[in-house]
């Protein structure tokens, strides 16, 4: 889980005694705060999740970290405990289902899909795509923040049609329900401080991470409604969760 850092303040003795400075207690870092950023390091530990059997015992995590590592040109000696470390402590965390939480080192294998492909159709009614229409139907039915639909509005790109195509890190079933995972190894900062709720907010509308779930809601919806003979949206679709994996 995350901790939230807490603030200190200078301690002065308010007496006729010198004043004294006291040093604030260091704030707590994150694991991964020097390990590389970019496009390649994010794949890499995508990678990682996606042939990882997470219930495995931490040796096949180590193997397949070290794996990982040396394909994409880091040294293993330099970032394989750290970031076995910290994804073995990720995989404990429980996760915020609508029922029992669960962390996933709990799931199956035979629970869950990894980078599901979609394809869906831009403008199926022959109307093109505009943010216009992206931010008025996030206004109307969206599950996002009161200011982000004017983000999407003034986004600067012309209607579209055509389709759009991407792939769900994870998909998996749980207790009936189903969910989406995407993994993201943004640096928010060095200290657990910065991976508050605010900040993950914050990053989530910059990206427009807000958006892309709900194409990844929609991919799935689709595809489960055309798979499960009883499948209904709001019993069976249990919700999307983005993992800062850094933090």
């Known amino acids: 889980s995350?901790?939230?850092?807490?603030?200190?303040?200078?301690?002065?003795?308010?007496g006729t005694d010198p004043v004294v400075d006291v040093e604030p207690a260091q704030e707590?870092?994150?694991?991964?705060?020097?390990?590389?950023?970019?496009p390649g390091p994010g794949t890499l530990v995508h990678e990682i999740f996606e042939e990882l059997d997470f219930g495995a015992a931490r040796a096949e995590l180590d193997a397949v970290v070290n794996e990982k590592l040396t394909v994409w040109g880091l040294d293993p000696l330099l970032w394989g405990a750290v970031l076995s470390s910290s994804l073995a402590g990720?995989?404990?965390?429980?996760?915020?289902?609508?029922?029992?939480?669960?962390?996933?080192?709990?799931?199956?294998?035979?629970?869950?899909l990894d980078e599901m492909a979609f394809l869906l159709p831009v403008a199926p009614s022959g109307v093109a795509l505009s943010v216009e229409r992206l931010a008025a139907?996030?206004?109307?039915?969206?599950?996002v923040p009161e200011a982000y639909p004017d983000r999407v509005a003034a986004l600067p790109a012309e209607p579209v049609k055509g389709f759009l195509t991407g792939f769900l890190d994870l998909v998996f079933v749980w207790e009936g329900r189903?969910?989406?995972?995407?993994?993201?190894?943004?640096?928010?900062?060095?200290?657990?401080?910065?991976?508050?709720?605010?900040?993950?907010?914050?990053a989530m509308s910059e990206?427009?991470?807000?958006l892309q779930y709900h194409f990844y809601t929609v991919a799935l919806h689709r595809y489960l409604a055309r798979r499960l003979p009883d499948y209904d949206y709001e019993t069976s679709f249990g919700g999307v969760m983005y993992l800062?994996?850094?933090?």
């Open 2 to 14: 995350i901790t939230s850092g807490q603030d200190h303040e200078w301690a002065v003795d308010e």
């Open 28 to 38: 707590e870092l994150v694991d991964l705060r020097d390990f590389p950023r970019g």
């Open 90 to 112: 990720m995989l404990d965390v429980p996760l915020p289902t609508s029922g029992t939480a669960m962390p996933l080192r709990a799931l199956d294998r035979v629970a869950r």
């Open 137 to 143: 139907v996030l206004r109307a039915h969206g599950n």
């Open 178 to 202: 189903w969910y989406v995972v995407d993994y993201k190894t943004n640096h928010l900062g060095d200290k657990v401080s910065d991976y508050r709720a605010e900040q993950l907010e914050a």
């Open 207 to 210: 990206h427009h991470y807000y």
């Open 244 to 247: 800062f994996l850094r933090g």
